[in-house]
């Protein structure tokens, strides 16, 4: 294409973009609005937060995935862009089951949380912290390295930059100085038109074997998947996924925003938002700078803006390696009030009350002053060494995924789809993700020993100083001291003298006072959720035990044949209704229900269903037909 044509046309595509935001900048409510008291972010604000920061994987991913698996890194980034897809679309089911428990925001800590309880809770922890260490430790490195690319600067000037950029990031978030809003939505405005102008001269200036560069990064996947067995393509796919899931770190934080928007359709629109900028992006760019004919060894570190000025000018290149470090400086800042919130929200929980005590300008200093000692150790143990902090990275991020998704699929394993008709996806394809997540982790845990220690270190830290005070603080404990002890139940039954009966009811199926004497009426909860409301005098609420309903159910049932013995007493449990397909656990439950008789063969036991609407009158002298099931 002649050189009037080439500007031509990427003047036409600024001019489109100004117009596009010009039009954009004029609708009401663009970033935020107020309802019903409250102030809420709109799904634009949250998704361009988290573009900023997943954008900012471009300047570092591609050189270190290619150092990893060579040239397949081309495909193996635009596979991986999909199968974050298929993640977000998890994300965001798991935003709908939040709102459904009435929990906003927190992500993978809070549905762990409600999921698996505090052990597990703190593992997430472990691994979000890690995540938060490793972005504020890479982003500061990178944004030094393309920020001085065409800077001759030594090691020791280099280094000096580093840890100012962390400490004097530290010292704004200590005065309260956050980047807000508009500022971020500002840059991403100066983002579009730099990633827009880098993409258009790549392609009008590729080099004349990059397609064929591309193509053959297909073909050689390809070849290894169909002409091996099973196991050697599990594992090129493995090592594949696991050597560029770092080009889409950051995809988790729009989750963990969710307590900023209205409701989880916004988390959902976000994440469609990443999918048709970033989604595209990175592997386009991946792609146009990994099949151009660059030193890869000599240029790990500053690919792209090298990239830039190889089909723009040096000129070009400057402006993308200053831009590049602005944005890297911003995830950095990102890290520090991200993992604030994230420690604040445990530290409420437990009551590690020392830790979040603001100063005068309600700021979490103690927190960013950890955080900033985490970030300067980090730094000295690996000499700002981008290669290893590179391997360090994913470790956290693919635990965090594994634990998300395994999470899913035990909330599903129990609840199916009962609570979230609105939105759910295919458990078969989330096992298979599940499977990939678990797999790389399982490579990286054994391929790269600094990200495991360091990960290892921080769950056990964790897991160490948060287990004692779960037990003694956490708001289970009180929950479960708020239930009802078990003898007020026998002092109940035995104030009657006929026959006995105890009914098993699931949390919000009893909504009506049943009062009568004989009779009692149970429910089991999780101490993770509030306690259900006592509707009746005769109504008991007992906590889960840790192996579940049913073994809390044999534990009243041998309280009551100990105490009753010889006495007429009739155990009614509810009729499952629930499609064991959709819901697996109502099957294994069934079948333990089976058992109970044989267990306690004194009860008489009967599975009832009451209809939901009341019955038509009965013609004179007809009766009543039962409905239950008994088995003495």
Known sequence: MPVDSQR????????????????????????????????????LTIGVITLMDELTSVFYAPAEAHR?????????????SLLMRVLSSRMVEIAQILEQNNIRGGGVYSFSYLVLGPVASFVAVASIMVDYILTACISTVSAVINGTTFLPIGPGTEYLLILGIIWAVCGLNILGIHENA?????????????????????VLHMHSGSPTVMLSSAQQVVTDVTHHSWPHTIQVITIGVASCVLAYSGIES?????????????????????????????????ALALSSPIDFAKHEGDLIPHWASMVGNDFFGAVVGLFGSVILIMAVNTAYVASGELLERVAHRYRFDWLIVPNRRASLYR???????????????????QTILAEMYAIGLLASFCINIGCLLIYRYFRGTKDIRAYYTSRAATLVLEFILVACFIYLALHKPYG???????????LAAGIPFSRRYGPEVQEKRRSDFPMDMILALAEHEGALH????RPGELEASHDGTGMVFITFFSPRQPIPTKVADNHFRFPLHGTGVYRSITAVLALLQEEFAGRDLHVHLGWPLSSWLDRMSTGVFVANMMRLPGSFPNLRFSIDYTPQVRPPALPA????????VSAA
């Open 254 to 286: 729009v989750i963990q925003t969710a307590g900023l928007v209205e409701n989880w359709r916004d988390i959902s629109r976000a994440y469609w938002f990443l999918a048709l900028t970033v989604g595209i992006v990175t592997p386009v760019v991946s």
């Open 8 to 43: 031509f046309l990427i003047l036409l595509l600024n001019l489109g973009l100004i117009a596009v935001f010009a039009v954009l900048l004029r609708r009401p409510g663009l970033l935020g609005f107020a309802k019903g008291g409250k102030w809420y972010a709109t799904w």
């Open 182 to 202: 508009r500022v971020t939505f500002g840059i991403f405005v100066a983002a579009a038109f730099v990633f827009v102008n880098l993409i258009v001269l790549g």
């Open 68 to 80: 990893f698996i060579g040239l397949t890194a081309i495909f193996f980034i635009a596979f991986t």
């Open 367 to 385: 927190i960013h002053l950890l955080n900033g000692v985490m970030y300067t150790v980090i730094i000295l143990i690996t000499s700002g060494s």
């Open 452 to 462: 495991t220690a360091l990960w290892a270190a921080v769950v056990a830290v964790l």
């Open 502 to 505: 105890v009914y098993f009811r």
């Open 621 to 628: 002298g007809a009766t009543q037909p039962d409905t239950a």
